[in-house]
């Protein structure tokens, strides 16, 4: 199995090398991954946190056949290392808006094609490697964790319509590379329990208002079981989110603060 040590270039395929970066943390678990893709040529998915050390271990590890630096959403620990690893490499730098949809790197190699997946953020974008079918999924899967979505820019319906998108068999997905933890060798199954789970969890807060609950805090008393602190802010914005999706689904309102459940 693959190491998760921080700064250590560990290959999880014939054309794919992880480095983790030195960031571990309650969101971010074992740390950010880093991605460098291709031998000859080089993209690398996710250059990760600002941080010197983990920009040195890329460059150490790719050097001057890093042509392509590609970005799957803009917070910093994704891509708070862009600026620095471009400048260092002469690299192209590959984000959203610029890039959206379609084929963004062609090398004699691979390709990698870009996919649009709005939720956890509006300009977020995963990366799939034809040659493998290898999905690079940011923070749209990730592996031993769900992905928190908060708002403004977190949008419950676009995230599932986005999980949706992935589930497609016509993309063929033989492994999902998450922005933190391993390799996902089952993407059909992790995918679609992805999907069941945000459902159960609309299913709870909907309960839960019906129970009487009535603020976000009370929706997570209710929903969340033996939550520890460090997660409660990140599972107030996910219940917020279900809330926005929910009132727009015409299940729920909310006014001042107070969230009601609305009669099917």
Known sequence: MADLSPGVASAISPLVRRIVAPNAGPLTGAGSNTYLVGVDEIVVVDPGPAIASHVEAIVGCGGDRIRWIAVTHAHADHAGAAAALAERTGAELLAFPAIAEGLVVESTEFGVLAMHTPGHSPDHVCYLLEEERMLFSGDTVLDGSTVMIAPPEGDMAAYLASLERLSSRRLRLRT??????????????????????RLEREASIVAALEAGAVTIDQVVDAVYVDLHATLRDAAAATVHAHLIKLAADGRATGTDGAWHARAA
Do not use: E
């Open 176 to 197: 999902i590379a998450p922005g933190h933890g391993r390799l996902i060798d089952d993407p059909a199954a992790r995918l679609a329990g992805y999907l069941a789970h």
